[in-house]
């Protein structure tokens, strides 16, 4: 039986799609910074706010908040959202679709209706043509950080503070939905879900509990400590400033949480917009498909948002669009979804690796991974049924190399870093079967848990008083089992392919050495 060496691609190539992965680096760079800059607020006249709606509704919405670091106690808050709707719910999905209607929305090929795959979604009511554009919504139903506010004020506030794209999105959801009925996009919001089921709304009990064995349970952590982050700056620099703008009890972290959740899963890029981020109503009931390669964009013909098919469709077959090229732990991250096991091509999970401490050379090591961007001691990276990364091979030398190799350090270092275009393909013969040797039993640490964690997984305390807490607490935990059998896949051929190898390496080097004994046996 012969075996294909793992594919190497690149750590840029491998990571290509997971943008919200460098959500705070990239989209709230430096945020408390840039506020403490500017200079403080001009007086703005006390104009009355529209009227907005008196959050004593009954509707609760459990959000888990950290205090501090990782490791700190999770406060669950119990705070009521008074807008949004059932993730299935399809009476307000329909009252949405009359009104984009009224607005300018063309004829559609497609209504919203219950469905299988995504609860609800679009679903085709005629034959629908390989290649054909789809949706044409116009840019007047289409939310960006251009559009107008119903409070006009608390808009030019944010955009004078040069408030980056996502907070000031966030921002200007809460604000509209708040208004209610006085927004016009009050039906678009009655029609968002309430609660989604992303990883932003997993309490910090309930990451722990389900997600200890998966590297994406940090990534949750980051991600909900850098939207509190976010909105702490906000509410120091500007929300405090003008309380009659942006009252505490309507911008509160849990109105930030809702709404920084529906930008995490229906927020887009529209590349022929120059990479302009938008909500765009109708299209995000578009529910995500492995099997499909179409993305939506804005089409200059037709002045409207679109996407174009890549295959047909039959009147009553739901039609599917591309979230991006992402592993299931991302789709869990952002849409609180996990594909079928084997069905994601783009899937990944992420091994750890670690630098020894008790290495001769650690403090060595350590300082030229940091010199190229790599801080801290244990570093991700992706690994795919198809393969590894070069700069996880390239890390792995960087480990086990000797204390003589130290002028090769900085050629390691800079290979394993995907923050510098240095040469990724190195070789070290002398190291390669202990660095996959290194390999293997990081991939292996890695399996033991997870194969702990789902041999437990059946007898898990899902003893709950309420019914409707039982059916959420039993739905996660069938999320994170799924998320943890599929990322368990790609480790298992991992490392069945790095025992291959080193059975080969090794078999060669016995073979080497019995023609090297028999040399000598002859010349004796």
Request: positive net charge; charged residues 25%; contains cysteine.
């Amino acid at each position: 039986m012969s075996i294909s060496c793992p594919v190497q691609t690149s750590y840029q190539s491998a990571m290509a799609g997971e943008s919200s992965r460098i959500f705070h680096s990239a989209f709230i760079p430096c945020f408390s910074q840039t506020l403490a800059q500017l200079p403080k607020p001009q007086t703005i006249a006390a104009t009355t706010p529209p009227h907005r709606r008196n959050s004593s509704s009954s509707i609760c919405c459990s959000t888990s908040v950290s205090t501090s670091g990782s490791n700190s106690n999770t406060t669950v808050v119990k705070e009521t959202i008074p807008w949004g709707c059932d993730v299935d719910s399809l009476e307000n999905a329909e009252s949405l679709q009359k009104w984009l209607s009224e607005s300018g929305l063309p004829p559609q090929k497609m209504a919203i209706q219950r469905v299988k795959v995504g609860e609800r979604g679009l679903v085709g009511l005629k034959n629908i043509r390989k290649g054909e554009k789809l949706l044409f919504v116009p840019l007047s139903l289409v939310i960006s950080a251009d559009s107008e506010w119903s409070c006009p004020e608390a808009g030019d506030v944010l955009r004078r503070s040069s408030v980056p794209d996502w907070p000031l999105l966030a921002t200007y959801l809460i604000s509209e939905a708040s208004l209610m009925r006085s927004s016009r996009w009050s039906n678009y919001i009655s029609a968002l879900p309430r609660q989604p089921y992303s990883l932003l709304y997993w309490t910090r009990s309930e990451l722990d509990q389900y997600l200890e064995a998966s590297q994406i349970r940090e990534r949750a952590i980051e991600r909900s400590n850098d939207v509190i982050g976010t909105y702490n700056d906000l509410k120091l620099q500007i929300f405090s400033k003008y309380p009659h703008l942006f009252p505490e009890e309507v911008f509160s972290i849990e109105t930030f949480m809702w709404s920084f959740g529906i930008l995490f899963s229906r927020l887009v890029r529209l590349p022929s917009m120059g990479g302009k981020l938008a909500l765009v109503p109708w299209a995000d009931m578009l529910n995500h498909s492995c099997e499909v390669q179409t993305y939506l964009d804005y089409d200059n013909s037709s002045k409207g948002v679109v996407f174009t098919t890549d295959r047909t469709y039959q009147p009553g077959e739901q039609v599917f669009i591309s979230y991006g090229k992402k592993s299931n732990g991302e789709l869990l991250l952002s849409y609180g979804f996990v594909p079928k096991e084997g069905t994601n091509p783009s899937d990944s999970v992420e091994l750890l690796l670690s630098l020894n401490k008790s290495d001769k050379c650690y403090k060595e090591k350590l300082e030229a991974l940091r010199k190229h961007g790599l801080s801290g001691r244990s570093q991700c990276f992706p690994v795919q049924i198809t393969g590894w990364p070069l700069e996880l091979m390239a890390y792995a030398y960087l480990v086990v190399s000797r204390p003589n190799m130290e002028r090769q350090f900085e050629e390691m270092a800079a290979a394993a870093s995907n923050k510098t275009t240095a040469k990724k393909d190195i070789r070290y013969p002398e190291l390669e079967e202990q660095a996959l040797q290194f390999i293997l039993d990081s991939c292996e640490s890695s399996i033991s848990k997870y194969t702990k964690f789902l041999q437990a997984s059946g007898s898990m305390d899902l003893d709950v008083t309420s019914p409707k807490q039982l059916n959420r607490r039993a739905f996660l935990k069938q999320l994170a089992v799924d998320l943890c059998t599929s990322e368990r896949r790609i480790l298992y051929r991992t490392q069945y392919i790095l025992r291959r190898r080193l059975r080969d390496i090794r078999s060669g080097e016995l073979r080497a050495f019995r023609i090297l004994d028999g040399f000598r046996k002859l010349f004796k």
